[in-house]
């Protein structure tokens, strides 16, 4: 389900939105489910959004402190590697060794939480820097857009607003409502896409609402009209 030109990391949620130790965020990346969560510790987690046990929702369940706990039989989960460290119900009984959340790479850059799929089976410590560099130092986070669309029909209508391909994987600099900015574009489904919109524009300000207005326009522009 990968696409031939996707980059292998996707800015899949800004950090923000992953508080230590606390909320479960529903993602996707590639067509993947995920459940993104931050541990006690503050490290981002990205986890294929399945219990091994029977399969339920970790979006469902809860952090407890550097565990996900699963929300049907409560068996608990280490972040970082995944493995089954604890099953509350039956606490004189050994964790299975063999049970194990499927993990992806995710890491913190640039104000976004990103997901690499291709680094399976561990956590990932540090950023590329491509990563670190995709948004400017200070700008401020403006919104995400949600597009039922294909990732290669966002990037052409990019191009078509005049946005060119950062260095970055994924990242599009461009202007929107005349200011500066940068789409950060995530490979979601193939019929689902986001950008992250990022701007120097100052949050609550004049232009950070021409902005916002702009950023409508460019999703009408995207999405197919119903009739
Ligand atoms: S389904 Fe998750 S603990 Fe049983």
Known sequence: MTHPTASPWHPVAPSAGLRPGANIVAGFAEGQELALWRSADGAAQAWENR????????????VVEN?????????QYAAGNGQCVGIPAHPAMPAPRNVCARVFGAV???????VNLAHEGSMTTSAPQALADAVPAGWHFC?????????QQVREALVRHGFAAGAAPGAWRGMLGGAPTVALLLDAQPQLAFIHLWAETAPGSEAMKTLHAAARTLRGDIEPTET
């Open 51 to 62: 219990c091994p046990h029977r399969s339920v929702r970790f979006t469902l369940g809860q």
């Open 67 to 75: 565990r996900l706990a699963c929300a049907y039989h409560g068996w």
């Open 108 to 114: 913190d850059a640039a104000g976004m939480v990103w």
């Open 143 to 151: 919104r995400t857009l949600t597009l039922r669309a294909g990732a």
